[in-house]
Every structure is written in structure tokens, then in C-alpha cells.
């Protein structure tokens, strides 16, 4: 059994808690655009954090390396969908999704209808999901994460092998994920479409990069409390007045090009982002409450496949308190505008319900701990 790091178990806590609050306030709260300047970058930055070389340095330990992507990140990605896929009538049913447009676009403009599927379209809808092309089905929104992580690791591990192999230095990903950020942000600049999971790969490939080649030897882990909290702050003013075109950031590099900007701004709040929850799992470390963060990092799985589903336990609950019409439990991720106190509900749910699962799961475990 490979020992867990406990500080990065509750790193990883926090990461997925952030991702479940800014899906449960959806529209209810300004904090969700200060949280999307680095949250999914972090979780590849962890990703990177836990790369390790010599898990790669030849051909055999390659192909380990790939099968075992294809069971943790793969397979349930796969298995997810395909499952939300197969239940697609059913939610229609039950009013977890909304087959009319006048009745979608009433209580939620902007969001398409959903539909009934035949069986050979929910076989086609099930292999077009294998192959990675198209959308997932709507519970399945937030599994995205699975399907980039998936194709990073392995350009990741099959760069890294190459570099090994013509003897080449690892820091050359560094540039390899610079590169990929300008391409993605050139092509964002200028509206050009790509293709989901390419796009993913050319945001996202730097934050692995840094997690592995600086993160992981950074001298932050020696950093006392006060000066945590010193790093903390400031990190945290940094993203705040990046958080918008005409930042910090585009106030003093106002002479170069918008794609350039645009990398250095991502790659800062990236850091910067590390930085603040980094030196947060280091405080919370020292607490009993840090026990609650390490659970939620070990669930992150299940809490991410699930917590689209666990929105409609409260979606139904705000319907019936509010008497509102049965549609609205087919609002997704959350119902907007509903304020903090049920966005707190919202968030609350949506990482106990499958925390709760993830430990029946693992029950022996926990009570052998």
C-alpha cells in the first residue's frame, strides 16, 4: 500500500472543498471569481506535486504507469458517465432534468434542455464518452477534472520518459507547459475553438510542470505560522486585483501583447494560489479539524463524481419550502439567487453525502485506524 501524505491529503481537502463551494454558490456569490482564478490549477499543481520520475524511467514502469491512470482516473470517469447516461430517463421522470426549452430557459436562460434517449442514442452517447468527445451528461459536469487529469498524466509520463531517455533535463516541461499556456491563450484571445479536452491540456499543463519541478522543492514547507499567515494575505491580495482584465497585472505590463499577459497572470495566480492553501493546510495541520480536511482529500473521488447529484437533495428541499414548480429541480448545478444560507446547505451536502459514502466504502480501514 503506497503511504499518503497526510499534509497533501488535507491540501487536496481543501481544494475540492473550494470546488464544491463555488458550484454550490453558483450566481449567489462574488467569492466564486477570486476561487476560479486557481482552484482547478491547484488540484493539477497537487497532481504534480505527487509525480515521481522513477515511476517513469523506463518502458516497463511507463506502462504501469499508464494502466494505472487508466484505472484512477479513466475508468471512473467512464463508469461515472456512462452510469448518469443509462439514468438520463429516469431523471427526466423525476424531474432532475428538463426536456422543454420554455420551461428551462424561464427559470434558468442559457442552459439548453436536456432529452430523452433512445436506446441506440444512450449506447452512442456511452462510446462517444469513452472517446472523450462531446459533453458530459449533465451530473456528470464536474467529471471533466478526471478526463483532462487523465491526458495530462500521460503526455506528462510519456514527456518525462522521453527527456529521461535523450537524457535531457525535466525542466524542459517547465517551458514544454509555458508554451502550451501561450497557444491556449492566443487561441482564447482570437475566440478559435478547440476541442475540450485539447484546450485542458494547454491550460493546464504548466500547473503539473510547477507542481512537480518547483513546488515539490520549494522551501515553504519550512516557513513558521506567522509567516504563513504574512504569505497568506499577501498571496491573497495578489489574486484579489488580478482577479479581472485591466489588473494588476495588465496595469504595469500594459505595453505587451494580451497572450502574454494573460500567461503571466495565470501562472501568478497559480502560484499564488499554492501559496495560500499550501500555507492553510500547513496551519490547519496542527489542528484536530485537520482530521475533517484529510477525510474530504481521501473522498475527493467520490465527492467529485457525486455532488451534482447531492445538489438535488437540497434543489428539492428549497422547491418545497418555497412552493416553486416541480421544474425548477431540474436547475443545474444549483438553483441561482437562492442566497448564502442555501448555498451553504448546497456546499454542506454536497461533500458529506459522498464523504459518507466514500467511508462505508473504506469502512475497514478507518476502523482499523
Not at 508554451?179 to 491563450?185: D, I, K
Request: hydrophobic share 55%; with cysteine.
Amino acid at each position: 500500500m503506497i503511504k499518503r501524505d497526510p499534509l497533501i491529503d488535507v491540501l487536496r481537502g481543501i481544494a475540492i472543498f473550494l470546488v464544491v463551494m463555488a458550484h454550490s454558490w453558483f450566481l449567489n456569490f462574488p467569492g466564486d471569481l477570486f476561487i476560479d482564478q486557481f482552484h482547478m490549477a491547484l488540484f493539477m499543481a497537487i497532481s504534480g506535486y505527487l509525480f515521481k520520475i522513477e515511476r517513469v524511467d523506463s518502458v516497463e514502469k511507463l506502462k504501469l504507469y499508464f494502466i494505472k491512470k487508466v484505472k484512477t482516473l479513466y475508468l471512473p470517469y467512464v463508469l461515472a458517465n456512462s452510469f448518469f447516461i443509462l439514468l438520463n430517463n429516469f431523471f427526466v421522470k423525476i424531474h432532475f432534468l428538463c426536456t422543454d426549452a420554455k420551461l428551462m430557459d424561464s427559470f434558468q436562460p442559457g442552459i439548453g434542455p436536456d432529452a430523452i434517449l433512445s436506446p441506440v442514442e444512450t449506447l452512442k452517447q456511452i462510446g462517444l464518452c469513452a472517446l472523450f468527445i462531446g459533453y458530459s451528461p449533465r451530473f456528470g459536469g464536474a467529471t471533466w477534472f478526471l478526463r483532462c487529469l487523465f491526458i495530462l498524466s500521460i503526455v506528462y509520463g510519456a514527456v518525462s520518459y522521453l527527456l529521461i531517455k535523450f537524457k535531457k533535463s525535466q525542466n524542459i516541461q517547465l517551458i514544454i507547459g509555458f508554451v502550451m499556456l501561450f497557444v491556449w491563450a492566443f487561441n482564447a484571445s482570437r475566440n478559435f475553438i478547440l476541442i475540450g479536452s485539447v484546450a485542458q491540456l494547454l491550460l493546464y499543463y504548466y500547473a503539473f510542470a510547477l507542481g512537480q519541478l518547483v513546488f515539490r522543492k520549494s522551501f515553504l514547507s519550512r516557513v513558521s505560522v506567522i509567516n504563513w499567515l504574512a504569505i497568506i494575505a499577501v498571496s491573497g491580495v495578489i489574486v484579489y486585483l488580478n482577479m479581472t482584465y485591466g489588473g494588476l497585472i495588465d496595469k504595469y505590463l500594459p505595453f505587451m501583447p494580451i497572450e502574454v499577459v494573460t500567461v503571466i497572470r495565470t501562472v501568478v495566480n497559480c502560484i499564488c494560489g499554492w501559496c495560500m492553501m499550501y500555507g492553510l493546510a500547513n496551519i490547519l495541520a496542527r489542528f484536530k479539524i485537520s482530521r475533517l480536511f484529510i477525510l474530504f482529500g481521501e473522498s475527493t473521488l467520490e465527492i467529485m463524481l457525486l455532488h451534482f447529484l447531492a445538489f438535488k437533495f437540497v434543489t428539492a428541499f428549497i422547491v418545497g419550502v418555497r412552493h416553486l414548480p416541480y421544474y425548477y429541480m431540474a436547475a443545474t448545478p444549483t438553483l441561482a439567487k437562492t442566497g448564502p444560507v442555501f448555498g451553504i446547505m448546497y456546499w454542506m451536502l454536497a461533500m458529506v453525502l459522498p464523504t459518507i459514502i466514500h467511508f462505508l466504502i473504506y469502512r475497514k480501514k478507518y476502523v482499523h485506524e
